[in-house]
């Protein structure tokens, strides 16, 4: 509080003034004459008088008066802790309100309430103060930053939207939130627009932070000392626990123990005083243990808890290549087991020798990669077509081998029937615009140099797409959805003797789209919060964790959920049950929070205004008073006057 504010609040002290008027008005009564009393002694005494107030009420209200004056002409200096616009011109204003509901957003606050809480109380401060013709656009923080609400006038919406949001457990993505913000608010005709940001940046922000971006709350970005678990899981009789911890602090004097039925069970360890991550082991038989806790306190212990997964192996990707025939000149892998390799996605590569003949071999593989086989035995055919059903892809290249497949062979459920390979020694062109969805990497088809292709026109199944095409426009890639799976059919092998196409751009282009449709379809087992799972529009679908059930929307033909919370979900379809686990990002705790934020972004004059802005009702007040000071003066002269003309004194 600034001297000018001390100086403007102490006019209240002025109050004394009415006091003092009072103590002094009190004089000598006048004196009647009483002509008995001249026959009474004259008694010499002497008596104290007592000073004391008189008119109280009146006095009272001549009180409230000063201290309303002293508060209307401290009013304008005075700030509050509320969040409201400020308006340079008085025109109406467009604003983005983004709110960060990520996982270190559950942190308290000095006092018990944490940072979403007070985030969302500041959305509805702003939006108390905005007035008729004021455009809100509501947008979320949690990664990947998505719009709650569209820009409109309806403050009413704008009021629901806000009331209705929860905190996550997603990562941040402020830079993305920020982006999406500037984007709701583009085609608004307001002249002012502000993206008003209530997080604790605790995350990447934009390279080009701009002068429109309000960070509201400060004091949401304090530092704090916290550690949480990320995940556990189980390991024959351990159990693996891998945390996280923002400071050395925060790790002092605290252990990780094990919860389960029975009560007896008090396995712990010890944590190492560090800041990062760090994985304990604690020995537990399956089935002992359901989850691990931390002891002691921090400043959120919302992620001090975990869920522990059962053992399971990772998902894969599996190729099927000859060798013998597509191994490099240095004697490598062969060439498609090396390009998925480059695509570095993450997910490990496992080449297999011979084709599966049950579905459980390929238990553990999000998508298969089969090269220019001689056709597909009936054990092979079934086990692909089980194994679809989990949501998975399937990617065949077909070669010279595909007309000259094995008795009983086929390459269903990809094609039906032979396919006939046509040599062409001159090369084949390719339709480059038919692949636009490969992106720039399809201008790297131009001549290709193709030896030869399947011809696939006579070989679809029905309800193929065609997503690809020669020069000649014949067929050269096609998919198909198969239950929750998803087929692909290449007309042309990857040996590079054929062609030069495994050695383009675009083939990467291509397994990437493969690889990332494979992970969206079959759906991790251990996933962070805000991961999209996939699953077919038909059938009976029932997920449900922590929370409750998960609700479903429709996307692409297809229905997606996206869990928000950490721990244990339980899918169902179709009779069909799995388990899958939402695990906290350790950004989340170990990212602190920005400090030194742009100067653009401090709150200004132009862009907030959480000023006392009481004057009007102090205004009415003070005349309120002053009209019932007035009224009382009348009232009192009226009974005086009364009482006068009632009771004529009778002079000697």
């Not at 004021?134 to 403050?155: C, E, F, I, M, Y």
């Not at 459920?413 to 046509?422: K, N, Q, S, T, Y």
Request: glycine content about 8%; hydrophobic content about 45%.
């Amino acid at each position: 509080m600034s001297f000018v504010t001390i100086l403007a609040l102490g006019l209240s002290l002025l109050v004394a003034a009415p006091t003092l008027a009072h103590l002094l008005r009190r004089g000598r009564a006048n004196e009647q004459a009483f002509p008995p009393a001249s026959l009474v002694p004259v008694a010499r005494a002497t008596a104290r008088e007592r000073s004391r107030l008189e008119d109280r009420g009146m006095l009272l209200l001549r009180a409230l008066m000063v201290l309303c004056l002293a508060v209307l002409g401290a009013g304008p200096l005075v700030r509050c802790s509320r969040v409201a616009l400020g308006r340079s011109g008085g025109a109406s204003v467009a604003i983005a309100i983004v709110i960060d509901d990520s996982a270190s957003m559950k942190t308290q606050l000095p006092g018990g309430k944490t940072r979403f809480a007070r985030a969302t109380e500041g959305a509805r401060e702003l939006l108390a103060s905005a007035r008729d013709g004021d455009a809100v656009a509501l947008v979320q923080a949690g990664k990947p930053a998505r719009v709650t609400l569209a820009a409109g006038t309806d403050l009413q919406a704008a009021s629901k939207a806000v009331s209705e949001l929860t905190p996550s457990d997603r990562a941040t993505d402020l830079d993305g939130a920020i982006a999406l913000a500037r984007a709701a608010l583009s085609s608004l005709p307001h002249k002012d627009k502000r993206v008003v940001l209530l997080s604790d940046l605790a995350g990447e922000l934009p390279k080009d932070p701009g002068k429109d971006v309000w960070a509201a709350l400060p004091e949401l970005a304090n530092k704090v000392d916290d550690c949480g678990v990320l995940r556990a899981e189980q390991s024959g009789p351990r159990v693996s626990v891998t945390l996280a911890c923002s400071s050395e602090q925060a790790a002092k004097g605290r252990s990780v123990r094990l919860v389960g039925k029975d009560p007896a069970l008090k396995t712990e360890m010890r944590l190492v005083v560090q800041r990062g991550e760090q994985t304990l082991t604690l020995e537990a038989k399956p089935n002992v243990a359901t989850s691990v806790e931390l002891t002691g306190q921090d400043q959120n212990p919302a992620d001090d808890r975990a869920e522990i997964a059962p053992e399971s192996r990772a998902l894969s990707l599996a190729v099927h290549a000859d060798s013998e025939r597509e191994a490099v000149v240095t004697g490598g892998a062969p060439v498609l087991e090396q390009a998925l390799h480059a695509l570095s996605t993450g997910v490990a590569v496992r080449p297999l020798a011979e084709l599966p003949r049950e579905a459980a071999e390929l238990d553990d593989v999000a998508a298969l990669f089969v090269d220019d086989p001689p056709g597909l035995t009936p054990e092979t055919r079934s086990a692909i077509d089980t194994w679809l059903e989990q949501g998975a892809v399937a990617a065949l290249f077909i070669g010279e081998r595909a007309h000259d497949t094995q008795l009983g062979a086929s390459l269903e459920p990809f094609l039906r029937g032979a396919v006939d390979w046509e040599p062409n020694a001159a090369g084949l062109n390719v339709d480059v615009g038919s692949f636009g969805w490969l992106g720039a990497e399809a201008e790297s088809l131009t001549a290709l140099g193709a030896k030869g292709r399947a011809r696939l026109d006579s070989a679809l199944l029905p309800g193929a797409e065609v997503v690809g095409r020669w020069g000649d426009g014949k067929v050269m890639v096609a998919r198909q959805e198969r239950g929750r799976g998803l087929l692909f059919s290449v007309g042309l092998p990857v040996s590079v003797e054929l062609s030069d196409l495994a050695l383009r751009p675009a083939f990467l282009s291509l397994l990437d789209q493969m690889v990332s449709e494979a992970l969206r379809r079959r759906g991790p087992r251990e996933s962070v919060a805000g991961t999209e799972w996939w699953f077919p529009p038909s059938g009976a679908l029932q997920i449900s964790g922590t929370g409750g059930a998960l609700p479903t929307r429709e996307a692409d033909g297809q229905r997606v959920a996206t869990p928000e919370s950490a721990g244990r979900y339980q899918i169902a379809l179709n009779g069909k049950t799995e388990t899958r686990f939402i695990t906290l990002p350790p950004e989340e705790i170990l990212t602190p929070p920005h400090q030194d934020l742009p100067s653009d972004w401090k709150p200004s004059q132009a862009t907030a205004a959480p000023q006392v802005d009481a004057s009007p009702e102090l205004g009415w007040f003070l005349l309120a008073l002053v009209a019932l000071e007035i009224a009382v003066r009348i009232w009192r002269l009226t009974r005086e006057r009364r009482a006068h003309g009632a009771i004529q004194p009778t002079l000697p």
